[in-house]
């Protein structure tokens, strides 16, 4: 299992700085306006508790990545435990999670940039931001590395000049009383939603092949960054309600930006844009290297093509598969269609918190002897309440969430059935979908032709549509018969 | 025989690559038009049924077209 190509070559604290960047992303510099019209003041317990949660399922990702510090983080563990369709499903969803979450970043930087300069292109920005981090990853680790570190301290530095500047200043018309507008269940669905902010902090446990001495350095990084995030979340949470009062965040395009401004003046609003700025820099760094070693993975254990897995003689880092994911995550920024991206992105993280959760339970079971460096404190009660922390935030969801969810997972199983079903029987199943679609096309050209499609449709229109139902008819009928009368080459 | 089966199968597989395409962007244009959603009498709450089918049925198109286009050696 260990990685004997890819080079050793980060730290505690590049380690550490990995946790950190693939979490504080543009998510808190946006969210903490609507989640504190839902709990108040409490959101400041709210802050913590979520970190506590997020806590539970770093502690296995701690154990497991000590264990087993192979590339891919989430989907090696599952690999490990399960193996088959649930290790390549949870690779599949960290893979495209993490494209996703590259690609929102690199649009959220596009947006901040654009608050400065207003004449610049959103899409394009993204897209070159996404190539010029994929040209730095592909150079090697160490520059991944370094790079990450530099941007998380200029950014730990900014904040905590918002940070210890609120603190300390007489300013402010806010209340830390104890005040939860909507009550309980607000507080709950305020949880829920900024839930999110904690994400990506396990980009840690994907890049395990390539932490020195991973026994002491993974559990140690990843612990200090939950623990970190816990302390900065909560106390810039201090600081908004210390200067504003709750209700004054509503409707905020950057709460943070607006607070700032109300004790620091416009140099608030520069540092906090600046911040937001790298935050989301910081983020597609680490998004990028978290889905190339999914993939690298996952081409590993012959999930992916062969391809991925190969290593740059030059730079000993898996280019393809870094090439290949950021042309798609690049796509995914051009579209610009964050929601959807964000939704995604969120449910592919969570899945995988439950799926690290449920190899820790597994792996113990099973392998009892393992070599682990570090154990889950509390276990089997640790792995249970993060399992149980996940699956409350998924019902707390949108529901297109689920939706786009549920749609991932199919192409999962596609994906799937394509490397593992013999090719014959793959292409018999495909040639009788393709006589299913044209059948239904020639219905659906049918019910055109004779209007009783319960859709108000022009004449134009209707015609346009009949023809293109046809055509789709035509070809997939053909595209069928040249599926099913292939001769049989099983392996 | 072998090499019209191959062109056919070569040109069949484009156009299901295509139509993959076009259905993956008109999924886009649901979402993003509201020109095309009235167009269409598609209500707020079916948009993402429509994007999914759609989806599903550009990406259907483009792995079987794909299919056709690479796996033409295994004909001979």
């Given at each position: 299992?260990?990685?004997?190509?890819?080079?050793?070559?980060?730290?505690?604290?590049?380690?550490?700085?990995?946790?950190?960047?693939?979490?504080?992303?543009?998510?808190?510099?946006?969210?903490?306006?609507?989640?504190?019209t839902?709990?108040?003041?409490?959101?400041?317990?709210?802050?913590?508790?979520?970190?506590?949660?997020?806590?539970?399922?770093?502690?296995?990702?701690?154990?497991?990545?000590?264990?087993?510090?192979?590339?891919?983080?989430?989907?090696t563990?599952?690999?490990?435990?399960?193996?088959?369709?649930?290790?390549?499903?949870?690779g599949?969803?960290?893979?495209?999670?993490?494209?996703?979450?590259?690609?929102?970043?690199?649009?959220?930087?596009?947006y901040?940039?654009?608050?400065?300069?207003?004449?610049?292109?959103?899409?394009?920005?993204?897209?070159?931001?996404?190539?010029?981090?994929?040209l730095?990853?592909?150079?090697?680790?160490?520059?991944?590395?370094?790079?990450?570190?530099?941007?998380?301290?200029?950014?730990l530095?900014?904040?905590?000049?918002?940070?210890?500047?609120?603190?300390?200043?007489?300013?402010?018309?806010?209340?830390?009383?104890?005040?939860?507008?909507?009550?309980?269940?607000?507080?709950?669905?305020?949880?829920?939603?900024?839930?999110?902010?904690?994400?990506?902090g396990?980009?840690?446990?994907?890049?395990?092949?390539?932490?020195?001495?991973?026994?002491?350095?993974?559990?140690?990084?990843?612990?200090?960054?939950?623990?970190?995030?816990?302390?900065?979340?909560?106390?810039?949470?201090?600081?908004?309600?210390?200067?504003?009062?709750?209700?004054?965040?509503?409707?905020?395009?950057?709460?943070?930006?607006?607070v700032a401004?109300?004790?620091?003046?416009?140099?608030?609003?520069?540092?906090?844009?600046?911040?937001?700025?790298?935050?989301?820099?910081?983020?597609?760094?680490?998004?990028?290297?978290?889905?190339?070693?999914?993939?690298?993975?996952?081409?590993?254990?012959?999930?992916?093509?062969?391809?991925?897995?190969?290593?740059?003689?030059?730079?000993?880092?898996?280019?393809?598969?870094?090439f290949?994911?950021?042309?798609?995550?690049?796509?995914?920024?051009?579209?610009?269609?964050?929601?959807?991206?964000?939704?995604?992105?969120?449910?592919?993280?969570?899945?995988?918190?439950v799926?690290?959760?449920?190899?820790?339970?597994?792996?113990?079971?099973?392998?009892?002897?393992?070599?682990?460096?570090?154990?889950?404190?509390?276990?089997?009660?640790?792995?249970?309440?993060?399992?149980?922390?996940?699956?409350?935030?998924?019902?707390?969801?949108?529901?297109?969430?689920?939706?786009?969810?549920?749609?991932?997972?199919?192409?999962?199983l596609?994906?799937?059935?394509?490397?593992?079903?013999?090719?014959?029987?793959?292409?018999?199943?495909?040639?009788?979908?393709?006589?299913?679609?044209?059948?239904?096309?020639?219905?659906?050209?049918?019910?055109?032709?004779?209007?009783?499609?319960?859709?108000?449709?022009?004449?134009?229109?209707?015609?346009?549509?009949?023809?293109?139902?046809?055509?789709?008819?035509?070809?997939?009928?053909?595209?069928?018969?040249?599926?099913?009368i292939?001769?049989?080459?099983e392996? | 025989?072998?090499?019209?089966?191959?062109?056919?199968?070569?040109?069949?597989?484009?156009?299901?690559?295509?139509l993959?395409?076009?259905?993956?962007?008109?999924?886009?244009?649901?979402?993003?038009?509201?020109?095309?959603?009235?167009?269409?009498?598609?209500?707020?709450?079916?948009?993402?049924?429509?994007?999914?089918?759609?989806?599903?049925?550009?990406?259907?198109?483009?792995?079987?077209?794909?299919?056709?286009?690479?796996?033409?050696?295994?004909?001979?």
């Amino acid at each position: 299992m260990e990685e004997k190509s890819l080079k050793r070559e980060l730290g505690l604290l590049q380690a550490t700085m990995m946790g950190m960047g693939g979490a504080i992303s543009a998510g808190v510099f946006v969210t903490l306006g609507y989640a504190a019209t839902l709990a108040g003041t409490v959101l400041i317990i709210a802050m913590i508790l979520c970190g506590i949660i997020n806590l539970f399922s770093m502690l296995s990702y701690a154990e497991l990545g000590a264990a087993i510090p192979s590339a891919g983080g989430e989907y090696t563990f599952a690999k490990a435990s399960f193996g088959g369709f649930l290790s390549f499903a949870t690779g599949w969803f960290e893979w495209i999670s993490n494209m996703f979450y590259a690609s929102l970043s690199a649009v959220g930087f596009a947006y901040l940039i654009s608050y400065i300069i207003p004449t610049i292109n959103v899409p394009l920005t993204a897209v070159v931001t996404v190539a010029i981090f994929t040209l730095i990853n592909i150079k090697g680790v160490k520059e991944t590395g370094l790079t990450q570190t530099i941007l998380v301290i200029i950014l730990l530095a900014l904040l905590g000049i918002f940070i210890s500047w609120g603190v300390l200043t007489s300013q402010g018309v806010g209340t830390l009383e104890i005040k939860a507008p909507e009550g309980f269940l607000g507080v709950l669905r305020a949880s829920a939603f900024i839930f999110v902010i904690y994400l990506g902090g396990e980009a840690i446990a994907v890049a395990q092949a390539e932490i020195k001495d991973p026994g002491k350095t993974i559990p140690r990084a990843i612990l200090l960054s939950t623990l970190a995030l816990i302390f900065i979340y909560a106390t810039i949470a201090y600081v908004v309600f210390k200067i504003v009062p709750s209700k004054t965040l509503a409707g905020q395009a950057s709460p943070l930006a607006y607070v700032a401004e109300q004790f620091m003046g416009p140099l608030g609003v520069g540092i906090i844009t600046i911040a937001g700025i790298i935050a989301a820099l910081s983020s597609v760094n680490t998004s990028i290297m978290a889905h190339s070693r999914v993939s690298y993975a996952l081409a590993r254990d012959g999930y992916f093509p062969k391809n991925f897995f190969n290593l740059g003689e030059r730079f000993q880092t898996p280019f393809i598969a870094i090439f290949v994911g950021s042309v798609f995550t690049a796509a995914f920024a051009a579209t610009g269609v964050v929601n959807f991206v964000a939704y995604a992105a969120d449910f592919g993280f969570i899945i995988g918190f439950v799926f690290v959760n449920l190899s820790l339970i597994k792996l113990r079971r099973d392998k009892p002897d393992l070599h682990r460096p570090f154990r889950v404190p509390l276990y089997p009660l640790t792995p249970i309440l993060g399992i149980i922390a996940s699956l409350f935030l998924i019902i707390f969801l949108e529901p297109s969430t689920l939706l786009i969810g549920i749609g991932l997972f199919i192409f999962s199983l596609i994906a799937y059935c394509i490397r593992m079903v013999g090719h014959y029987r793959f292409c018999l199943a495909f040639g009788g979908m393709n006589f299913g679609i044209s059948a239904f096309s020639a219905i659906i050209a049918y019910l055109i032709i004779s209007n009783t499609l319960p859709i108000a449709l022009s004449e134009v229109t209707r015609l346009l549509f009949f023809g293109v139902a046809v055509f789709v008819s035509i070809t997939y009928f053909i595209a069928g018969l040249l599926d099913i009368i292939r001769k049989r080459d099983e392996k | 025989m072998g090499e019209v089966r191959r062109a056919v199968s070569q040109f069949i597989g484009l156009i299901q690559c295509g139509l993959g395409g076009v259905a993956s962007v008109f999924a886009y244009l649901v979402y993003a038009s509201p020109s095309i959603r009235d167009a269409l009498s598609v209500t707020p709450n079916e948009v993402y049924l429509y994007m999914f089918l759609l989806l599903v049925f550009g990406m259907f198109s483009i792995l079987s077209g794909l299919l056709l286009i690479r796996e033409e050696d295994s004909w001979d």
